[in-house]
Structures are given as structure tokens and as C-alpha cells.
């Protein structure tokens, strides 16, 4: 599904990725965890090309793009790659004059060119999915930040990606507003939704993970099963990372 080879990732002298190589099995859910500043978000973004990495490859499906720093990657190849990945953000990012069912018909309509009436009605299933259909008309300000954060899920779903990526869902929300957000993520997980998680909630990484993968300075220090990392891990940097996060 996903395969990254000796990706780069350099703002002006500073280098956030140095080299990474991942695999990601199509229907395999796959937690990013590491370090604040250990550049789990900029690998995350480079996946969908928010950032153009600097050098390596990534292949997407049947896609593979190789990046040198003196060339431009070309706006099909983007638009080719964006079309399989939905990217779901920290802050949700929705519309805020448009209601939760507006938000989730827009890039169908737009994007996919799809009829206002197919992309209503699978708009509807998906809020219907995510537990939010009894909210479809209302907009942004009337809703938590959970639900917010659903209609995000939704918006992301409904352009058919074969790929979801997230960069820590639940670390805007209050505590009492997690739970509604991961169970949303673990019910994609057990449909076999291919995800790609950045994220600080441990537990999730623990029951929902088929691989875990530790970054720490701009390269994977350690990727195993959630038993392999978090009960048999002999890395002393990974050791040092969840004792930290125990305390």
C-alpha cells in the first residue's frame, strides 16, 4: 500500500527527516509515536505531499514519486497521490460558514465532481457512521470539539482514500472528548481502513496498532507489534520515551 525509501525532509539547514524507510500493509493500522519536534508530523505530511520532501521515494498504490531537491514534483502527480490519501488534522480545519453536512459534501462536489444528490446522501451515511447525523445541519460553533472532529473523519472518509492519515486527532480536545474520537478510529480499523496515526494516546497504539513505529530526531529508532515496543523493547531510547510518558 505504502512504501517509503530513504525519505529527506530539509527546512533551509535544518533536517527534520534523514532518511526513513516504512512499509504500511494495505488494511494495517500504523501508530506514529515519538517526541515533540521528532518529525512525526512532517513524515505524516509528506505522505500526502503537504510537504515535499526533500529527497527518496514514496510509493502510493500503483504511484511512486522520487524527489530531488531540483526538481519540481508535477501538480498531476500530486493531485494523483492527494486523491488516495484523506488527511484528518489537529484542529479539525472545517468550513465555518457551512454546516457538518455542507463540510462533508464539499471536496465531493468539488474535488470528485460528484451530483449535490449522491454527495448528500453519502454524506449522510457517513455522519450516520460517525454518530452524527441527528447533527447534519448544524455548523462548527454549535458543535464540541469531538464532534467536530467526527465530521473531520467523515469529511476525510468521504472521498473514497485508500489511505487515512491522521496527526494527533485527539490532542485539541478535552479528556471527556477522546473516547467518542477513538472509538470512531477503532471501529474503521476493525472494518480494515488503512490508517496512518500520529499520536500521544498510548492505549489506542496498544489495542488498535498492527505496527508501531518510534521516531526520535528525524529517524525510526524502533517498529515492532504494539507487544514488541511496549513490553519487549530492549532500545534504551525507546525504554527512556515511555518511562517518561508513565511519569
Known amino acids: ?64 514519486i522520487s524527489f530531488d531537491e531540483n526538481q519540481t514534483v508535477k501538480k498531476d502527480v500530486v493531485i494523483a497521490l492527494r486523491k488516495q490519501t484523506g488527511m484528518v488534522f489537529q484542529n479539525y480545519h472545517l468550513f465555518p460558514h457551512m454546516t457538518a453536512l455542507e463540510n462533508v459534501m464539499e471536496g465531493q462536489v468539488t474535488v470528485l465532481k460528484r451530483s449535490k444528490e449522491f454527495a448528500r446522501e453519502k454524506a449522510l451515511q457517513l455522519l450516520d457512521k460517525v454518530g452524527l447525523k441527528d447533527r447534519a445541519d448544524m455548523y462548527p460553533h454549535q458543535l464540541s470539539g469531538g464532534q467536530q ?34 472509538k470512531v478510529m477503532k471501529e474503521l480499523a476493525r472494518e480494515g481502513m488503512t490508517m496512518v496515526v500520529v499520536t500521544h494516546e498510548m492505549n489506542f497504539a496498544r489495542e488498535v496498532a498492527d505496527q508501531v513505529v518510534f521516531v526520535d530526531q528525524g529517524v525510526i529508532v524502533e517498529q515492532g507489534t504494539p507487544e514488541q515496543i511496549f513490553l519487549h523493547s530492549n532500545n534504551e531510547r525507546t525504554l527512556q520515551f515511555l518511562n517518561k510518558l508513565k511519569h
Open 149 to 182: 472532529q467526527r465530521v473531520g473523519i467523515a469529511r476525510a472518509m468521504a472521498m473514497d482514500p485508500a489511505v487515512l492519515l491522521f496527526d494527533e486527532p485527539t490532542s485539541a480536545l478535552d479528556p471527556e472528548l477522546v473516547g467518542e474520537v477513538l
Open 1 to 64: 500500500m505504502i512504501t517509503i525509501r530513504n525519505l529527506h525532509k530539509r527546512f533551509d539547514d535544518r533536517e527534520v527527516l534523514r532518511g526513513i524507510d516504512l512499509h504500511v500493509e494495505a488494511g494495517s493500522t500504523v501508530v506514529i509515536i515519538g517526541p515533540s519536534g521528532s518529525g512525526k508530523t512532517t513524515l505524516l505530511r509528506c505522505i500526502n505531499l503537504l510537504e515535499t520532501p526533500t529527497s527518496g521515494t514514496i510509493t502510493l498504490g500503483e504511484h511512486t
